[in-house]
């Protein structure tokens, strides 16, 4: 049974850092991509960032460029998103995604809220 | 970005009826779409993919159909446990968009 649990949020103010994991198992971690996709409060799903199965390309959506960092440590099957110079509008529960290129997110974790105020 | 248009934004509907969510994009995505479902409180899950292929587990009475930048989710024989927001995404062209979603709720 393919799974996924995230762990790490919680509530950090303005311009701090946070680090969030996700652990997977179930399935081959280093055949797939992985995904980071957030959703606001009472809002809808956005793309967040991307990770290719053997971490040498990541992809980011343009409001997070140089602020966050998508990884991931193929031996323990992990993958993390380090999230720098946060802002309120980051705020929202993360969710990491399995997917395979030009792909749905066929598998999800149950999401992690991060809550960005000071 | 692809830009996805789903409509209606909320929808009421009676149990054994049948229901049908649109979604359209403001580009041919060559049937890179997906639906998910998201009960209250939970992680969305894969319905539907490559416009109308059904991901494993999923109930037959839900099915895709579309093409070009017209794509729609069909739920045949509403049942409760469908009660969820429904949204679509594409995936043909970086970065991956999603519609704005669906809520249905039985009337």
């Known amino acids: 049974e393919v799974q996924l649990v995230e762990s790490g949020g919680g509530l950090v103010q303005p311009g701090r850092s946070m680090k969030l994991s996700c652990a997977a198992s179930?399935?081959?971690?280093?055949?797939?991509?992985m995904a980071w996709v957030c959703q606001a409060p009472k809002k809808g799903l956005e793309w967040v960032a991307t990770?290719?199965?053997?971490?040498?390309?990541?992809y980011y959506r343009d409001s997070v460029k140089g602020r966050f960092t998508i990884s991931r440590d193929n031996a323990k099957s992990t993958l993390y998103l380090q999230m720098d110079s946060l802002r309120s509008e980051d705020t929202a529960t993360y969710y990491c995604?399995?997917?395979?290129?030009?792909?749905?997110?066929?598998?999800w974790g149950q999401g992690v809220m991060v809550t960005v105020s000071s | 970005d692809i830009q996805m248009t789903q409509s209606p934004a909320s929808l009421s509907a009676s149990l054994g009826e049948t229901v049908t969510i649109e979604c359209r994009a403001s580009e041919d995505i060559y049937n890179g779409l997906a639906w998910y479902q998201q009960k209250p409180g939970k992680s969305p899950q894969l319905l539907i993919y490559?416009?109308?292929s059904l991901h494993t587990g999923v109930p037959s009475r839900f099915s895709g159909s579309g093409s070009g930048t017209q794509y729609s989710l069909k739920i045949n024989s509403l049942q409760s446990e469908d009660v969820a927001s429904y949204f679509c995404q594409q995936y043909y062209d970086y970065p991956d968009t999603f519609g704005a979603g669906t809520k249905l709720e039985l009337k």
């Open positions: 490559n416009a109308n």
């Open positions: 179930g399935f081959t971690f280093n055949n797939y991509d």
């Open positions: 990770i290719s199965y053997d971490g040498s390309s990541t």
């Open positions: 995604a399995r997917q395979r290129q030009v792909a749905p997110f066929d598998y």
